[in-house]
DNA sequence: CGACATACTAACGAATAGTTAGTACGCACA
DNA sequence: TGTGCGTACTAACTATTCGTTAGTATGTCG
């Protein structure tokens, strides 16, 4: 996975490189917040937060992820340098996943938004709630 | 869009709603999650931050949103309680966009996330760029 | 001698995202 | 008076991505 954005004309690559601007288009950050705020890239960051896993390790904690997308999820982590990747050449394999620094901040951040939406499902639900009951009431 | 989650079995959907778990696959936290950190739900959110706004006018400041996108996103945030949305009825039409008490807390969240991507883009970059190095040299 | 475990990849069908075209209606311009 | 523009959408279609299943190597256990 190579690293080529679409250019927007007239603006120096360079420029977004200083600092990301994720309302541009063109801009490669919008790539590592699709990595980032991914379903998978999310709860992966979550995981490891806590400690160093083996893959299998990982599928079982965050639960649902099929193989490949676990795969494509830490390769794509990897990338970006949020992720470093220790595989022992033993059968059967044996592989550690664990956050760089960069990680850990990532992690972070993406942790004070999961944590946040955790706490205040009650609330969201509640509006959940009360939508339903206003539809109810017009289809009478 | 109703709330059906579908339920893990033994586990009673009254736990995850008074307090969500990301991890576990039933919860509908992670519909939430999706929402809030969809490719444009993010970029809705920052956009809408800093000041109420039209369709039209969010859909200039979000490069490249289609206006299926557009529309599908601010249905999504609205629902989950996020957005107000509010309609005169003229024609051409006119409706506005802003975030509610819940959605500025989101987007705070968020928005924390991506300014520390933008910032860090330049790091991220170079390890980008390392990697396109070893790769070369692998080649060789 | 199977069966199982691990960390993957390839191939395929299913779901989702994105694109394009259309709608109602009023206004400006020619 | 008619041609075109602007707004906030939705319907229909296509491209892209996701997810499921099956396969791989090889050592240990029953």
Tied chains: 1, 2.
Excluded at 7 to 26: C, E, F, T
Excluded at 31 to 53: C, D, P, Y
Excluded at 111 to 126: F, H, N, T
Aim: proline content about 6%.
């Amino acid at each position: 996975m190579s690293y080529t954005p679409t250019k927007a004309p007239g603006i120096p690559l360079s420029d977004y490189l200083r600092r990301g601007d994720l309302m541009a288009q063109a801009c490669p950050s919008r790539e590592v917040l699709k990595h980032v705020t991914s379903k998978w890239g999310v709860l992966v960051l979550m995981a490891l937060r806590i400690e160093t896993l083996r893959f299998s390790a990982l599928r079982r904690k965050v639960g649902g992820v099929s193989e490949r997308m676990l795969a494509q999820t830490l390769q794509n982590l990897e990338n970006d340098g949020f992720l470093n990747r220790v595989s022992y050449d033993v059968v059967p394999p044996h592989v550690e996943y664990s956050l760089t620094p960069l990680g850990q901040e990532a992690a972070e951040k993406v942790g004070v938004l999961a944590d946040w939406i955790e706490v205040s499902m009650p609330k969201i639900a509640q509006v959940w709630g009360e939508r339903e009951q206003s539809e109810a009431l017009l289809k009478v």
